[in-house]
């Protein structure tokens, strides 16, 4: 008779452990290329703004796609746009040219006194009839703050204007707009007028107050189109308003009007008539 017991293993498979005999996990791709490594890195954004900086950090490690940096400085959000040079040497003509790269996330450290920043590098394309090699995101970094609470308008106005060259950041409510402003000035603000517990209209007016964020031009959208809405609106300085839903190509021309996308700042400037958009009864 056959014997009835369990099958016989050899030694070998009898002192391997339930984990020793799992196959083993392939390994990260993202991590195989992956490089921990302590290198200057200087930073630059705000490009064509009122408000450029320069940031010198340290990387904590790298790839052939980005970089996760450490720094002491805090306002940098994601999908903010800069140019990294790296490794930086602090030469007056470093040796390695800038690369557009693109904030992925940030987060506070361990310490509270650092930051460490994902940077995503950004891949260019010779498209221009000279040859000149253009970036996917925005070369002269104009910025949109929109405020508006109803996501699929948000994202059909992020995707007009984006479509133009804008670097677009949307946000639900004035109180997270408020947020952001405490570190960074867009070169205009699109905000719902009723919305919220702050309202566009508050926004604005607080805006209006503070030295630093006075001179950005606020257009307010008002569903309701009274005549009251647009008449409040300009009282508390916004420089136009406009009834939702907005055709794209009138929302576009609004925004160019009063700040110019990086490929028609030479035929826009903020002095243009904006009457056909304004009404004040």
């Known amino acids: 008779m056959p014997p009835t017991g369990p099958p016989h293993e050899s030694p070998q498979e009898e002192s391997a452990t339930p984990e020793e005999k799992k196959p083993a996990k392939p390994r990260d791709r993202r991590k195989r290329h992956r490089a921990k490594m302590s290198v200057r ?22 790839s ?13 959000w994601e999908n903010q746009v800069v140019e990294v040079t790296f490794p930086y040497d602090g030469e007056p003509h470093p040796v390695n040219p800038p690369q557009r790269a693109r ?48 996501q699929p308008t948000a994202s059909g106005i992020r995707e007009t204007l984006e479509a133009d060259g804008y670097q677009v950041l949307s946000v639900p409510s004035s109180k997270h707009a408020l947020d952001i402003l405490r570190n960074e000035s867009p070169d205009v603000v699109l905000a719902v007028a009723e919305s919220g517990d702050i309202s566009g209209q508050d926004l604005c007016a607080i805006m209006k107050k503070n030295v630093r964020l006075q001179h950005i031009p606020v ?27 907005c055709p794209p190509n009138k929302l576009r021309h609004a925004v160019r009007l009063v700040a110019p996308p990086p490929s028609m700042r030479s035929a826009y400037n903020g002095k243009v008539n904006v009457s056909s958009f304004v009404r004040t009864s």
Do not use: N
């Open 64 to 76: 052939r796609d980005g970089l996760l940096i450490e720094t002491s400085r805090g306002g940098y």
């Open 103 to 150: 904030v992925v996330r940030t987060s506070l450290m361990q310490d509270r006194l650092h930051y460490s920043v994902g940077l995503q590098f950004q891949k260019t394309t010779a498209s221009d009839a000279d040859g000149t090699e253009v970036t996917s995101y925005f070369p002269l970094q104009v910025r949109v703050l929109v405020v508006e609470p109803d």
């Open 41 to 62: 890195v200087l930073v630059r954004g705000g490009i064509g703004s009122l408000e450029p900086f320069e940031d010198v950090g340290v990387t904590i490690d790298a």
């Open 219 to 245: 257009i307010l959208m008002t569903r309701s189109a009274q005549t009251s809405d647009y008449v409040s609106c300009h009282q508390v300085g916004a420089v136009m308003c406009i009834a939702l839903p």
